[in-house]
Nanobody, 124 residues
């Protein structure tokens, strides 16, 4: 069974940094696309970043300057390094995995498995 578990969220002041981790079990995620999404009560689910099966990286709009996605050397961990955080970054952050199929990387339907999320709160 495929399981994803996020960690590393918390409350920070604007300008601070956090590193989110996604621990994967049940499959070797080098054979899957992996992505980070976020969602708040005010905004629809938004793609943050993703890494493809061949290591390709992709980022959501205006996120590459502050967010960095990477895979751990053991291939069972996915990271999202976030810096210069802003209040509008406040959201539940979700890790997802899948084989993408015919969907674009930023579409939720590209991913079959989801973690339960980790909350990030940024205060001004």
């Amino acid at each position: 069974q495929v399981q994803l578990a996020e960690s590393g969220g918390g409350s920070v002041q604007a300008g601070g940094s956090l590193r989110l981790s996604c621990h994967v079990s049940g499959f070797t995620h080098s054979h899957y696309c992996m992505g980070w999404f976020r969602q708040s009560s005010e905004k629809e689910r938004e793609a943050v970043a993703a890494v493809g099966m061949d290591g390709e990286l992709a980022y959501g709009n205006s996120m590459e300057d502050r967010f960095t996605i990477s895979r751990g050397s053991t291939k069972n961990i996915l990271y999202l390094q976030m810096s210069d955080l802003r209040p509008d970054d406040t959201a539940m952050y979700y890790c997802a995995s899948g084989r993408r199929g015919a969907y674009a990387w930023s579409e939720a339907n590209a991913y079959s498995y989801w973690g339960k999320g980790t909350q990030v709160t940024v205060s001004s």
